[in-house]
């Protein structure tokens, strides 16, 4: 039966078997690995890394797709979660998960932030997205690309872009091209936060005006004595700023909690 693809769940259904056989290389499955693919559509990765695989685990919202997986692979080969990934429990699944998924465009971002809550659970994580959400979670500091997702997602997360897939690999076709990307948790941080809300917070402020100068971005945060106290150039802009440094400024802030109000209540 003919699978038509819903714009409401973002579908685009790789069809191109090269580019499958080279997402399936570059993920180098083994056969006791705990990996689980995130919308697994019509079974373009799902066929070969059931070949390779002692048992695979799939997370996949389409109620159709679900019963057309529970039809076509035996349960003791697959194992079918039909739920919300942005809703959905990673840590049931156990410790060294390997993640996979050609994620819906339209909810890519949400997906990332909600698996970086289990990221010690995860090995790592393999991923087709838009290639520009790609260019912006491994952008460098002052580059045009990096923002607020590039910091959110490194500060958790080594990540590289592996290779580019034309959009004449899907069916539909989208508007874009897409790319796969690797991902690996950062088991030693270099820079913790100590407090991971007033991080998000400061880097949420610093790149909602991202054109801005620190001192006017975070003047409801920080006073010229902070900047000077962390050693920022208040005349920097957020895309300046290393990851590091929003870490400085998150900790530092959480010093001065108990003396000042909390910008974060």
């Given at each position: 039966m003919r699978h038509i693809p819903r714009k409401r769940f973002g579908q685009n259904f790789l069809v191109d078997s090269q580019v499958v056989?080279?997402?399936?290389?570059?993920?180098?499955?083994q056969k006791n690995d705990r990996l689980v693919e995130i919308g697994p559509g019509l079974g373009a990765l799902t066929r070969p890394l059931l070949q390779l695989l002692d048992h695979l685990y799939v997370v996949e919202?389409?109620?159709?797709?679900v019963e057309r997986l529970d039809r076509e692979y035996p349960k003791d080969k697959l194992t079918i979660y039909s739920a919300d990934a942005l809703k959905f429990d990673f840590f049931a699944l156990g410790p060294d998960l390997r993640v996979?998924?050609?994620?819906?465009?339209?909810i890519s971002t949400p997906i990332l932030f909600h698996l970086s809550k289990f990221a010690a659970n995860i090995r790592d994580m393999h991923f087709m997205l838009q290639k520009e959400v790609v260019d912006r979670m491994v952008a460098l500091p002052s580059s045009h690309d990096y923002?607020?997702?590039s910091v959110m997602l490194q500060y958790r997360f080594e990540m590289e872009q592996i290779f580019v897939v034309p959009p004449a690999?899907?069916?539909p076709a989208p508007k874009v091209e897409s790319a796969i990307v690797r991902m690996f948790p950062l088991r030693q941080p270099?820079?913790?936060?100590?407090?991971?809300?007033?991080?998000?917070h400061v880097v949420s402020s610093a790149f909602s005006q991202r054109r801005k100068t620190l001192r006017n971005s975070l003047s409801g945060i920080?006073?010229?004595?902070?900047?000077?106290?962390i050693n920022i150039d208040p005349g920097l802009r957020a895309e300046n700023l290393s990851v590091a440094q929003f870490v400085a400024i998150a900790n530092h802030l959480d010093g001065i909690r108990s003396v000042i109000p909390s910008p974060f209540q």
């Open positions: 056989a080279n997402i399936v290389y570059a993920i180098n499955p919202l389409d109620r159709d797709i996979i998924g050609n994620l819906p465009y339209n923002g607020r997702l690999s899907f069916q270099t820079h913790i936060a100590k407090n991971e809300e007033s991080f998000a920080l006073s010229p004595v902070d900047f000077t106290a």
